[in-house]
C-alpha cells in the first residue's frame, strides 16, 4: 500500500475506507491514489478504463465516501491538489512580473492551438465538415462556458446563410433536440465530455435521427458514445478551472476550421450571404 506525502482529506477519506471497499473499488481507490494529480484530468470513463474497471463501479466508489457524483468527487481532489495560482498556468509564479506572465500565458495558448491542430484526425473532420455543408439545420449545445462558445458558433455559420442556433435555457435545448430531423446536425460542445444536459440532449438529437458531433478534449468520454463524429481539441483544465481561456480558444479554433471550410464549399453562396448579413447591421453602426 502506497503512503502519498502530505496527502489531502479527499485522499485520506479514500484511505481510511480502503478495507471496507470491494475489490473493484479498491483497485480504482488504489488507483487513484497511485495517480492522484491526473485524477483531475481524466473523464469516469478514463478512469474506469486505466483502473480496469466499470463506470459504475467508479460512481459507487463516488457515493460511498459521500460524493454525489464523480465530477463532485474531482473538485474535491483539485482543491486538495491544485494551489490557486494555478489557475493560469502550472509555470506561472507569484513571483513572475508582467513581461513574464505576458511570455508564459501567450506561450500557454500557443501550445494549446498547436496540440489542438495534432489532434485533428483528418477523416472525422472531413466528415464533420461534409454533415455541416448538407445540413438544413445546425443547432449547437452546450452550457456553462461551452454554451458561449455554441453561441459564437451559431452566429458564425449564420453569417455564412446556414440556419443556426444555440439556446441557452437546457429546457429550451431539449426541446428544439426533439424537433430535429435527419436533415439536421447537432453539434455538442463540453471540454470534459461528461456534462450531462449537453450530453441528454444530443441522445434526443439523435433519436430524433439527426448526425450528432461532439467537440470534447475527452476521447474516452461518455459524450463520445452518442456521437457519430468526435472531433477532440487540448483543454488542459481541472475542476477549479471552468472557463479557461486556453480551453475557449481551443473551442473556437475547431469551430473556425469549421465554418471556414464550410465556407469554402458553399463558395460564392456563402460570400452573397455574408454580404446580406453585414448588410443588414450595417444600419446599427454609426
Do not use: W
Request: charged content about 25%.
Amino acid at each position: 500500500m502506497s503512503t502519498i506525502q502530505g496527502m489531502g482529506k479527499t485522499l485520506l477519506n479514500i484511505q481510511s475506507h480502503l478495507n471496507g471497499l470491494t475489490k473493484a473499488e479498491q483497485k480504482v481507490a488504489q488507483y487513484i491514489l497511485d495517480n492522484a494529480s491526473d485524477i483531475i484530468y481524466h473523464s469516469v470513463t478514463e478512469l474506469a478504463e486505466k483502473a480496469d474497471v466499470g463506470e459504475t463501479t467508479v460512481l459507487r466508489l463516488c457515493r460511498k465516501l459521500k460524493f454525489q457524483g464523480f465530477q463532485d468527487f474531482k473538485l474535491s481532489l483539485a482543491q486538495d491538489l491544485v494551489k490557486p495560482i494555478d489557475h493560469l498556468h502550472q509555470e506561472v509564479t507569484e513571483e513572475d512580473d508582467s513581461t513574464a506572465l505576458n511570455e508564459k500565458i501567450i506561450a500557454n495558448h500557443i501550445r494549446t492551438l498547436e496540440q489542438t491542430r495534432e489532434l485533428a484526425v483528418s477523416e472525422q473532420l472531413g466528415k464533420a465538415i461534409d454533415a455541416l455543408h448538407r445540413a438544413r439545420c445546425i443547432c449547437f449545445f452546450g452550457v456553462g462556458s461551452s454554451g458561449l462558445t455554441a453561441m459564437q458558433a451559431a452566429h458564425s455559420f449564420s453569417r455564412i446563410g446556414k440556419q443556426s442556433s444555440a439556446k441557452t435555457d437546457t429546457h429550451f435545448q431539449a426541446m428544439e433536440a426533439a424537433l430535429m430531423t435527419k436533415d439536421d446536425v447537432a453539434v455538442g460542445i463540453s471540454i470534459s465530455g461528461s456534462t450531462k444536459d449537453t450530453i441528454e440532449n444530443l441522445t434526443l438529437a439523435k433519436k430524433a435521427g439527426a448526425t450528432v458531433v461532439a467537440i470534447t478534449s475527452n476521447a474516452r468520454s461518455p459524450i463520445t458514445k452518442v456521437a457519430d463524429i468526435v472531433l477532440l481539441m487540448i483543454a488542459r483544465e481541472n475542476p477549479l478551472q471552468g472557463s479557461s481561456l486556453s480551453a475557449k480558444i481551443s473551442q473556437l479554433a475547431v469551430i473556425d476550421i469549421l465554418n471556414v471550410a464550410v465556407s469554402l464549399q458553399m463558395k460564392d453562396e456563402a460570400l452573397k450571404f455574408r454580404e446580406v448579413t453585414a448588410k443588414a447591421i450595417s444600419e446599427k453602426l454609426f
